[in-house]
Every structure is written in C-alpha cells, then in structure tokens.
C-alpha cells in the first residue's frame, strides 16, 4: 500500500498536487486518475482475491507517474520564474534547448486563418526518464530510480496483452505480482516526496 501518497485522503493528495503541478487541468486530470486507483485499492481491501486487481493497479500508478513527469517536463520547458531553484540554471537552459529543437509544425485554425506553431514533442515514458536522467533532474544520472523508472514503464506496457515486444513473463498472472506492486509504491511514494518537498511551485513554500 502506498504510504506517503495518502490515496484514503484525496483532499490531502489534491492539495499536494496543486502545490507542484503545472497545467491545472493536467492536474485535475490526475486527480481522477487517482480516484480510480483509490477505488481499485478499497476493491483489492475488500476482494477473496485481491492479486486479481494488481495489474490494474500498477497501469493507474504508472500513468499518474507519467502524467507528473511530463507536467514536470513542459513546466521546466515553459515556465519563467515557476522553475525549480534547487536545480542548476545551466541544466535548465540546456533542457529547454533540447526541448524547443524537437518541437514539430501544428495547425491551427482561427477566425484569421489557419497559422502553425510550434508544439512539443510527444513523449513516450522512455524519453521522458532518459531526459531527466541526461540532465539529472531527479538526481545524478547513475541513481537507481531512472532504472526503476524504466523497468515499470515497460511493465505499464504490458496492458497489450499480446505482449508482442516479450515484456517480462509470459503469464500475466506471473508479470503483476504483489512484490513488483509494493515495489513500485515505494518508487510513487519516492516521487512525490521530492516533487512536494523539493520541486514546489513558488507559492507552495510554506
């Protein structure tokens, strides 16, 4: 079960969120994502089989991973004086830079006509962890969490059930154990406590 995500208190896991989010509708986005996974936790409480509900269980929390991070990516690309201070400006400029040069062409139509910007790039999981981990934004590159990180994005991916690129075990039933959930509870809870302790938004520091 996670422990520092306290997911039985939504209140309390909203008012953590909207202190480090960056787009507030990503965020209320993630909000419901977290009322799913509570009711997925009270339905596993409650089951004769509660191992039943570990896959669902673990794609909710890797999802919410992914939307944080990427909240976390478009805040350091767009933001001014919303960036982390705890994170060196030279790291910051040179993520941004990588950022905008993998921005594509998107159209748009108005009431002037149609006009193209420029938009960022849609990011899988894997990209995502490997440039934070290039940049060290979660800390140095040689920390174990981008590994982590990593091994459960490709776990999240076995929601294809053909499991065509050969993700771990053959059998489902062997993939989504309860050591590999509580495992990746201690990485969300690892996550969120640096996102709320350390890469608050400026109004947030109390």
């Known amino acids: ?20 989010v960056w787009n507030f509708k990503h965020g209320d986005n993630i ?5 799913i996974l509570a009711a997925l936790y009270k339905a596993k409480n409650d089951s004769h089989a509660p191992n039943i509900l570990n ?27 919303h960036l ?14 990588e950022i905008e040069k993998q921005k594509k062409p998107f159209k748009v139509d108005s009431e002037i006509g149609e006009r193209i910007y420029l938009r ?15 940049y060290e934004i979660l800390g140095v590159n040689y920390d174990p969490l981008y590994d982590q990180l990593l091994k459960f994005g490709d776990l999240r991916n076995r929601v294809h059930i053909e499991n065509y690129h050969g993700n771990f075990e053959d059998r489902e039933n062997e993939v989504f ?30």
């Open 1 to 20: 079960m996670l422990e520092v995500v306290k997911i039985e208190d939504l209140q309390k896991v909203r008012d953590d969120l909207f202190k480090f």
């Open 31 to 35: 909000e419901y994502n977290f009322q």
């Open 55 to 81: 896959k669902p269980i673990t794609i909710s929390i890797v999802s919410i991973i992914e939307a944080v991070l990427i909240d976390f990516l478009t805040r350091i690309n767009e933001a001014t004086n």
């Open 84 to 97: 982390p201070n705890n994170i060196s400006q030279d790291r910051l400029d040179k993520m941004k830079q």
């Open 120 to 134: 960022r790039k849609m990011y899988n999981f894997s990209d995502i962890v490997k440039v934070f981990r290039k």
């Open 177 to 206: 154990t309860s050591q590999r959930l509580t495992e990746l509870e201690k990485i969300m809870d690892a996550l969120w406590s640096k996102m709320t302790a350390e890469f608050r938004r400026p109004w947030s520091e109390a």
